[in-house]
């Protein structure tokens, strides 16, 4: 079985300012690590993820988040959020491949981010 | 592509009532999903299917059914609407159970009175 934890149901930012979203996971394989974004009344986007390889991962709009393995973590940041970066991130994870978990993705609760002027 | 569509994108029903969400992909992807998301709760898988003729429940299947006929459709039907299942549900693919990436369609914003 596997979980995602997302403490922060939300966080406030000003613009310009960095924020960290956070996301701990608990499996007994395994894991691929993925963020998602989803834009108010829109689908859920990929926004970047950790298979294997370099721990730290990044995506095309400056966020970027690093596989901590002892820490079972995968925290989201950007080093200076802009107004359109306002969305719902959730973090979630999947078994990986051939390890016995099955395929599953499970999802965490979702972090509100609201960037501020 | 048109990726993954959904219809309707919004539906009200009375309790009681059953029909038939509506999902596609265009990308000849192996593995589809629906999912619920509700406020608080995240995503919840409700079933899936690994191919065409194969289905399996997720964590949410009570209410639910599926088939999957054509590796392209994967409908959710509820044969007999409940309040509780008023949410917002997500069809979803990706190309095979162990890929990694999964596309999400816009949603149907479901309400049960």
């Known amino acids: 079985a596997q979980s995602v934890t997302q403490l922060d149901s939300q966080v406030p930012v000003f613009e310009e300012a960095p924020v960290e979203l956070r996301c701990n996971y608990s499996?007994?394989?395994?894991?691929?690590l993925f963020w998602y974004v989803q834009y108010p009344n829109q689908g859920l986007q990929l926004l970047l993820k950790?298979?294997?390889?370099?721990?730290l991962v990044e995506s095309i709009n400056g966020f970027e988040a690093e596989f901590n393995k002892s820490q079972t973590s995968f925290h989201l940041r950007k080093p200076s959020v802009h107004i359109s970066d306002t969305a719902e991130y959730f973090c979630a994870v999947s078994p990986s491949p051939f390890t016995g978990g099955g395929n599953k993705l499970t999802f965490g609760t979702g972090t509100q981010l609201k960037v501020e002027l | 592509n048109a990726g993954v569509t959904q219809t309707p994108k919004f539906q009200v029903l009375k309790t009681g009532q059953s029909m038939t969400l509506q999902c596609a992909q265009d990308?000849?992807?192996?593995?589809m999903s629906w999912y619920r998301q509700d406020p608080g709760m995240g995503l919840r898988l409700i079933h899936y299917s690994v191919g065409a003729g194969i289905t399996d429940q997720g964590e949410v299947p009570n209410g639910y059914n599926v088939s999957r006929s054509t590796t392209e459709d994967f409908p959710l039907r509820l044969l007999s609407a409940a309040p509780s299942q008023t949410s917002v549900y997500f069809c979803?693919?990706?190309?095979?159970?162990?890929?990694?990436?999964?596309?999400f369609g816009p949603g149907t914003r479901l309400t049960v009175l």
């Open positions: 950790y298979l294997s390889g370099s721990t």
């Open positions: 979803a693919s990706k190309r095979g159970p162990y890929t990694d990436t999964q596309y």
């Open positions: 990308m000849n992807h192996e593995y």
């Open positions: 499996s007994s394989v395994s894991v691929y």
